[in-house]
């Protein structure tokens, strides 16, 4: 039986890994990681859309959600 609480564990995805700005230098970063081999101008047109997503990420970890019980039951078609 756990009898841990999602108050006991950081369980945060982005735990000390969100930037307050996504910078040019660590998209090119993440890009080549990924494969991509793609422009300034085309990162720079990205960076509006990932900092959104990042914020609305930060958003739902602040939820208070600690007496919440976790998922036990998946449904596969």
Known sequence: ???ATA???DCSI????????V???AMRSAMRLAGFA???AEL???RPGLERAL???????RLPLGDTEPT???RIF
Not at 14 to 21: D, K
Not at 55 to 61: G, Q
Request: proline share 3%.
């Open 7 to 9: 108050t006991d564990v």
């Open 44 to 46: 720079d047109a990205l």
């Open 23 to 25: 910078t040019l230098d």
């Open 38 to 40: 793609w422009s300034d």
């Open 14 to 21: 982005l735990a000390g890994m969100t930037p307050t700005v």
């Open 1 to 3: 039986m756990v009898s």
């Open 72 to 74: 036990t039951q998946y």
């Open 55 to 61: 914020a609305s990420l930060d958003e739902l970890e």
